[in-house]
C-alpha cells in the first residue's frame, strides 16, 4: 500500500524578514510511501501527528553560511522541530509498534529513523494512553515541551523567585508566559502579565489567577507597571524586548532579575532597525541583572527537566496547571500558523496538527 | 593658635546636569578651627591631606527627596568621600597622632570625629611611611581605594576571567581601567581599551601593556572592535554605556559577561534623553548576562577587600602593577577636577589635594 507522504520543505531563504508559504516553504509530497517495508535495522517507522510551532525556526530558515545560535536548515531539506510521533514499525529495542515519541522530526506524515537517529532524535516515550485536559497530545509540545522546560528553567536559574515578590511577564498567554505565570504563582509571587488582546487578559486573570495584567496595545507599558506594580518589579520575564522591556527596566526593584528569554518584537527586522531601549543606567543603579540563556545548553535546562516532567504531569493531570493550546490544522497550513506567532494572533502554545494518527 | 578650616558645601541641587562653582558647590571657611583643642572622648582631630573625586559624587548633589541607590548630600552639609588624613589629636583607642588613616570625610581642611564616627568613618589605618611609587598618598584612593576594589571585585565576581580570552575595557585610562585591564593581564587574558585621546593609547598599551586600544573619538567603537578583537569579545567592563556599550554587544562572543560598572555618557541627563541602545537581542542569541553592582554591597565587595588589599599592596611596592593620578591641587578646584571627569579630561585616578600636610 502506497500512500502520499506531503512534508514541509524548506525551498529558500527570505532575504528579509518572514517566510512566505509557496515560496520559501512548500509542501510537497515526498511519497508514494508504503508504511508496510519493514524500517533498517534498529530502526523506526514514525506516523507524526503534531508538531511544535516557534519563533526560533525562523532563525533557521536562513542561508546556511549566516552563523547563529541555532544549526539553519538545509536548503530543499524538511523543516524539522520537536513532534509527537506514533510508531507504526520497529526494530529498535524498547520501542514498540502504537508507542507515542517525542522527538525532533521532520513536519511530515510519515518518516523513517535509523538506528542512530532513534538515538539522536527520539528523546521520550510518552505516557500511553494519558487522560489529562482533553487527551490532547499538543501537552507535551507545550507545557511539558521545551517551553514548558524554557518556562521552568529559567524561571528558576536566573529569577529565583520568592514568594511575596512580583514578577512581570510579557506574552503572558503565550506558550512560554502562561507557564512561567502559573509557576511563579506556586512560588507565592505576585504575579503581573502583558498580553495583546482583551481576551487574553481574561484569560491569564480570570483563568490563570494572575494578580493583573495588560494589554499593551491599549495601555503604555510604563502607565500599566505604575498602576499594577506600584510597589516595583523583582523579575521580569522578557519575551518581547523593546518598549516593554524598556519600562521594565524603570520599574524593577533594587537587585532584580530580568530574563532575556526571547525579544519577539525585535525578530526578523534588520538589526539597524532594532529599537533603541534607554534605560540601561537602571542596571547600575539598581545593581540588576540581565541574562540570555538556551534552554538547550546542557548546563542549563538539563538540570531542571527531571523536575519539571515530574510536577508538571502531576499538576497536568490533576488539573492545577492550566495550558492552552492554539492549534494548526494540516501542512498546508503550517506556515501562516507561524506566522501567526509574530502578529500575536495566536492564542496559547502554537502547534501544528498533522493528522489525528 | 585658631586656623582657617576651608570646607566644601553643598549649596543647592543642579536642577540638570553638573554642579556649578559657586553656584552649587562654594568653598566656605568653616574656621576658625583650634587644632590643640582636645577631640571628644574616643574622638579624632585630621588633618585631610587627599579625597577621592568620583563621577557618582554628581548622584549624591541632588534634591534629598529623590531616591537613589546612594544618599543624597544634606544641602548646606560638606561634600564627603573617601579620604586619607593624618591623626594631629587622638583619643580613641588604636589611633595615634601622626597615623595616616582612610575615611568617609568631608572635603575640608580639618575634621573632628566623636567616638561613633570614629568607628563608622575610618575605615584603615594606612602603612606609614610607605615607598611605593613616588609616595603618593593618592594610591589609598585609587588602586587601594573604592577604585581598585570595583575593578577586582566586578572583574571576579562577574566577570569570571579565563586565560586566552578577550576583554573590552572603556574608560581603560581610568580609575578603574586601568587596575581592570592590569588585574585582567595577571590573569592571561587578551586585553582591549577603549580611551579619549592619544596619549591615553599610547598609555594604556605602551606602560600598562594592554594589547591593543583605540581612541573612541576618532574611530567608531564596532569598527575598532572588529579589528581589534577580531575573535570576538568574553569580557566588556563598562564604564560608559551607550554607543560603546551597543558595539560590544554586537561584537560579544557566546556566554560573554558585561560588567555594568558606570555608564558615565548617560549620568547627569534626563532619562528620556538616554541614549537607546540596540543590540540587546545579542543578549538573548548569544546568552549574555549583563549585571549592575555596588561595591559598598556586603555581599559584594568586602568578599573580595582581603585578597585585592594583600595583593595590590605587593604590587605596588614591587612596581609590577602601575597607577596614574590626576591631582587637583586645592579645595577651590575641586568642582572643577569633579567635571573633568565627564568630559575626560581628567588622565587617570581624579585625587584632590587638599594639602600636604
Redo the contacts between chains.
Keep these: 500500500m502506497s500512500i502520499t507522504n506531503k512534508t514541509l520543505i524548506f525551498k529558500k531563504a527570505p532575504t528579509s524578514g518572514l517566510p512566505i508559504a509557496g515560496e520559501h516553504l512548500i509542501v510537497a509530497d515526498l511519497g508514494p510511501f508504503d508504511p508496510s517495508t519493514p524500517p533498517p535495522p534498529g530502526g523506526v517507522t514514525l506516523s507524526i501527528l503534531q508538531a511544535s510551532l516557534d519563533p526560533f525556526l525562523t532563525d533557521k530558515m536562513r542561508d546556511p553560511s549566516i552563523e547563529?545560535?541555532t544549526p539553519a536548515y538545509t536548503l530543499n531539506g524538511p523543516v524539522t522541530n520537536d513532534a509527537v510521533a506514533r510508531i507504526i514499525q520497529s526494530s529498535a529495542p524498547g520501542f514498540a509498534p502504537g508507542d507515542l515519541i517525542l522527538g525532533n522530526l521532520p513536519f511530515a506524515e510519515y518518516t523513517v529513523l535509523d538506528a542512530a537517529s532513534v538515538t539522536s532524535e527520539i528523546r521520550a516515550v510518552l505516557p500511553n494512553p494519558f487522560n489529562w485536559q482533553g487527551h490532547d497530545l499538543g501537552l507535551f509540545l507545550g507545557p511539558l515541551g521545551i517551553a514548558g522546560l524554557t518556562a521552568w528553567s529559567a524561571l528558576y536559574e536566573i529569577g529565583k523567585p520568592k514568594a511575596g515578590e512580583t514578577i512581570f511577564i510579557s506574552s503572558a498567554a503565550g506558550a512560554v508566559g502562561q507557564m512561567v505565570g502559573q509557576i511563579a504563582k506556586r512560588e507565592g509571587m505576585r504575579v503581573i502579565g502583558s498580553v495583546g488582546s482583551e481576551e487574553k487578559l481574561k484569560f491569564v486573570v480570570e483563568e490563570l489567577g494572575f494578580d493583573g495584567g495588560f494589554n499593551y496595545k491599549e495601555e503604555e507599558a510604563g502607565e500599566a507597571l505604575k498602576r499594577l506594580a506600584p510597589e516595583g518589579v523583582d523579575i521580569y520575564f522578557d519575551n518581547v524586548?523593546g518598549a516593554q522591556?524598556d519600562a521594565a527596566l524603570?520599574a524593577m526593584n533594587?537587585r532584580g532579575r530580568i530574563i532575556?528569554?526571547?525579544?519577539i518584537t525585535?525578530?526578523n527586522r534588520d538589526?539597524?532597525d532594532?529599537?533603541?531601549?534607554?534605560?540601561?543606567?537602571c542596571?547600575?543603579?539598581?545593581?540588576?541583572?540581565?541574562?540570555?540563556?538556551?534552554v538547550a545548553?546542557p548546563d542549563f535546562g538539563a538540570a531542571y527537566l527531571k523536575d519539571h516532567q515530574t510536577k508538571m504531569h502531576q499538576w497536568l493531570a490533576d488539573g492545577s496547571i492550566k495550558a492552552k493550546l492554539d492549534v494548526t490544522e494540516g501542512l498546508e497550513n503550517a506556515t501562516q500558523g507561524l506566522l501567526d506567532l509574530f502578529t500575536g494572533k495566536n492564542f496559547g502554545k502554537a502547534v501544528l496538527k498533522i493528522k489525528d494518527e
Design positions: 547563529s545560535y524586548g522591556l524603570w533594587e532575556a528569554c526571547g525579544m525585535q525578530y538589526p539597524k532594532w529599537d533603541g531601549v534607554k534605560n540601561l543606567l542596571l547600575v543603579d539598581k545593581r540588576l541583572v540581565m541574562r540570555g540563556f538556551i545548553d
